[in-house]
């Protein structure tokens, strides 16, 4: 107890990364959930339904599926890098989400005041998750060589110079945003955006801002890039390099480089919502009080809508199991509709809507899109998406500096 | 405070071992990993010395970005194990001793040095440390801020005439 109570922000720190890495390790086998069940339905499927009430329950056998498979270590690889490779890949990607602000930095926790929504606020916040992710390729590159192997080899080297590439466009397009807010800072970035979504920056229709529907465009198509995510999955294109870099890898390796590319995808999208969504904002002016409401309301009409699916379409140990969430569901939001609770629950809540619409267009891409050929991708990234970024970026900084220029 | 000094001498212990793997491995892909962890390590250090600008630069432009062209041209030309040649005379009778010197010399300063005097930075400076350096950068040191990326410009396009195939 005595250091608990000599050290309260150290463990008020670690309290918040322990939990932060629950709700991401959740979120991730979640997301797996929600794109297969997305992607069957786009291509007139069911998707997984036996494991769980509508597969719900398929992550977690997933999970257990690849802890328990026989780890496979091939004997030409160089083992070292080759067990490095994995961890490397999904600690960085972790990394990168703990710089991110859940929600406004005024909710404190309470006995250390400590911002209960983020788990650090640095001034250069922005700066160092590019730095974290600018790491990320290595994961990939470095299974690809140790496995010692073709195909893997071809997705190391292709991913390398698609990240090297794609990293330039990405960090330009971002510029221009960083020059509108004139900060580093996430929660000052998001701050500046605060009033509705017409002062988000990309739409920008406020004063002394310019609107990044470009530079979201361009961060967006980087980004997916970044993530090696359809239509630039070329890294491990199954048709040509049967799993790309990671073909030799089996069991829970091979589930920690699936980790990474969805901890990755979340962190882009915490990203793009911050510097153009407006972060922890609600999309509504200030004034419209009722807006408190709102996360708890949807959460009764989904518990509403459980409540109907088990009882009508679900049998046996199903419809036991979907009550368990209709209850959840119908608990969680009577408890948000609590004042109290609506008002601290705002921020996270729009965050984490901004981020599952981005997520879901994500995986709509997926399921629409054909893969890139590998010179197309690369005079796309050089010839056309560089450019745009660049031309964003002056344009920007000529209209940020105009009235400067005509008075002097 | 004891906490930034464990953290200190963890990233020197790694950035030193760092560096001597890089001279011993035999394989250049652990030779190049041995470099980022060097690189990641002095970040740190930039980091705890209240420079965190130039720490992620540190990372985005070293590790981010120049490790990965070397760790793809390694893999591109896929290059195997290398051969290790023996100790140099040169090497054994003047270049020992001479390092000896030096880190004896280095010992004897730290030794002497005021301890914490340089490192204790103010609070401010840390708050405000990107904008104050774009500011010199853009206003005191404009001309050999702009010298130097012209530099490197000259040497993109001569490495980029270099590469070009002869027609």
């Excluded at chain 1, 330009?172 to 979504?197: D, H, K, P, W, Y």
Aim: net charge neutral; proline share 5%; hydrophobic share 55%.
């Amino acid at each position: 107890m005595g250091f608990i109570t000599q050290h309260p922000v150290l463990v008020a720190s670690v309290v918040k990364i322990a939990v932060l890495l629950f709700i991401v390790m959740t979120a991730l086998a979640y997301v797996t959930w929600a794109e297969r069940k997305i992607i069957a339905h786009i291509q007139s499927r069911w998707g997984p339904y036996f494991v769980g009430a509508h597969g719900l329950l398929q992550p977690l056998a997933d999970g257990l599926k690849f802890l328990f498979k026989e780890d496979i270590t091939p004997p030409v690889t160089d083992r070292l890098v080759y067990t490095l490779a994995p961890f490397l890949a999904l600690s960085l990607a972790l990394t990168a989400i703990a710089l991110i602000p859940f929600g406004p930095p005024n909710v404190l926790i309470p006995i250390v005041s400590q911002q209960a929504w983020s788990v650090t606020d640095l001034n250069i916040g922005l700066l160092l998750v590019f730095a974290i992710t600018s790491m990320g390729v290595y994961g990939v590159a470095l299974a690809g060589w140790s496995s010692n192997s073709k195909y893997p080899l071809m997705g190391g080297l292709r991913s390398s110079a698609q990240m090297i590439s794609y990293e330039v466009s990405l960090t330009m397009s971002v510029v221009g945003v960083v020059l509108v807010a004139g900060t580093l800072s996430f929660n000052e970035i998001i701050q500046r955006q605060s009033g509705a979504f017409w002062h988000w920056n990309i739409f920008g229709i406020q004063r002394g801002s310019v609107p990044q529907i470009i530079g979201f465009l361009c961060y967006f198509i980087a980004a997916i890039a970044e993530t090696n995510r359809v239509p630039f999955d070329l890294p491990e294109a199954e048709t040509e390099l049967v799993a790309g870099f990671h073909t030799e890898y089996s069991a829970f390796k091979f589930a920690m480089f699936f980790m990474a590319e969805y901890a990755n995808m979340i962190t882009v999208s915490c990203l793009a919502t911050i510097l153009f969504f407006g972060g922890w904002l609600s999309p509504f002016p200030d004034s419209w009080k009722w807006q408190i409401f709102l996360p708890g309301a949807g959460l009764v009409l989904l518990g509403i809508y459980c409540a109907y699916d088990t009882l009508t379409e679900m049998r046996g140990i199903a419809r036991l199991q979907l009550a368990v969430v209709t209850v959840l569901a119908l608990g969680g939001g009577l408890l948000c509709l609590i004042p109290a609770v609506a008002s601290v629950i705002q921020g996270p809540f729009w965050f984490t809507t901004k981020i599952a619409l981005i997520l879901f267009f994500y995986i709509w891409m997926r399921g629409t899109l054909p893969r890139f050929r590998y010179d197309q991708l690369m005079s796309f990234g050089w010839k056309l998406l560089l450019p745009v970024s660049l031309a964003n970026l002056v344009v920007t900084a000529f209209v940020m500096m105009w009235p400067w220029l005509r008075h002097g | 405070m004891i906490l930034p000094l464990i953290i200190f001498a963890l990233c020197a212990l790694l950035a030193v071992g760092g560096a001597v793997a890089l001279i011993l491995a035999r394989e250049p892909i652990h030779s190049a990993l041995a470099l980022i962890l060097v690189m990641v390590s002095l970040a740190v250090v930039y980091l705890l010395l209240g420079a965190p600008f130039v720490a992620a630069v540190q990372i985005i432009v070293y590790a981010g970005a120049v490790m990965v062209l070397f760790v793809f041209v390694i893999m591109l030309l896929n290059t195997g194990a290398e051969e290790h040649t023996s100790f140099s005379k040169i090497a054994k009778f003047v270049g020992v001793p001479l390092g000896l010197v030096l880190m004896l010399w280095i010992g004897h300063w730290m030794f002497h040095a005021q301890a914490g005097s340089a490192i204790g930075t103010a609070e401010g400076m840390v708050q405000s440390s990107t904008t104050e350096l774009s500011k010199m950068l853009f206003q005191q040191y404009l001309f050999p801020f702009e010298a130097t990326s012209i530099l490197i410009l000259i040497a993109l396009l001569g490495a980029l005439v270099m590469a070009r195939k002869e027609e």
